[in-house]
T-cell receptor
């Protein structure tokens, strides 16, 4: 079974619109962390945002926010006021305590921002 | 340096040759990961080192792949008798132990087997 599921292989969004990238996860751990990374065409992996399983507030970092719905095991990334530079691959990842903190990755979503 | 360093950045090798890829993690990071990323694909887990624990090698695709981490720091990924399907970008990442810390990635090594 997939531990991290990103159901959107690709998305097109108009510049300045908000965009939501989906991520669902599967774990029996009570303590875990959820991460989003961005990978532009240049190839580097850029950390965007982190949500801990015990965090009661949704994480926010500038234009990025994480819509954490624990009961639904959902950790969607929301990008507000999208920009052309947001075009990239976006990966959701999870780290579980019982797996010795190994990172588990989704397949990614390719986001293209249209001018 | 301040970040994760990988070398070489690019490597072209002939089919059947052995290659070594190096990763120098951030100082003090106990966790080190190797991933493989084929063109347009997601990250494929290869191997994970955590401190002095036995590494998780469950992602290595064949016995031609091996990795070691010396002194809890630098890691070397070795691919023996390379095949064309080994062509990919090999990414290394390191992190502090713990669920609340992100992994920092190197720039990757682009391996091309001709």
């Amino acid at each position: 079974a997939q531990k991290i599921t990103q159901t959107q292989p690709g998305m097109f969004v108009q510049e300045k619109e908000a965009v939501t990238l989906d991520c669902t996860y599967d774990t029996s751990d009570q303590s875990y962390g959820l991460f989003w990374y961005k990978q532009p065409s240049s190839g580097e992996m850029i950390f965007l945002i982190y949500q801990g399983s015990y965090d009661e507030q949704n994480a926010t970092e500038g234009r990025y926010s994480l819509n954490f719905q624990k009961a639904r095991k959902s950790a969607n990334l929301v990008i507000s006021a999208s920009q052309l530079g947001d075009s990239a691959m976006y990966f959701c990842a999870m780290r579980e305590v019982y797996s010795n903190y190994q990172l588990i990755w989704g397949a990614g979503t390719k986001l293209i921002i249209k001018p | 340096g301040a970040g994760v360093s990988q070398s070489p950045s690019n490597k072209v090798t002939e089919k059947g040759k052995d290659v070594e890829l190096r990763c120098d993690p951030i100082s003090g990071h106990t966790a080190l990961y190797w991933y493989r990323q084929s063109l347009g694909q997601g990250l494929e887990f290869l191997i994970y080192f955590q401190g002095n624990s036995a590494p998780d090698k469950s992602g290595l695709p064949s016995d031609r792949f091996s990795a070691e981490r010396t002194g809890g720091s630098v890691s070397t990924l070795t691919i023996q008798r390379t095949q064309q399907e080994d062509s990919a970008v090999y990414l290394c990442a390191s992190s502090l132990r713990g669920a609340a810390t992100e992994a920092f990635f190197g720039q990757g090594t682009r391996l091309t087997v001709v």
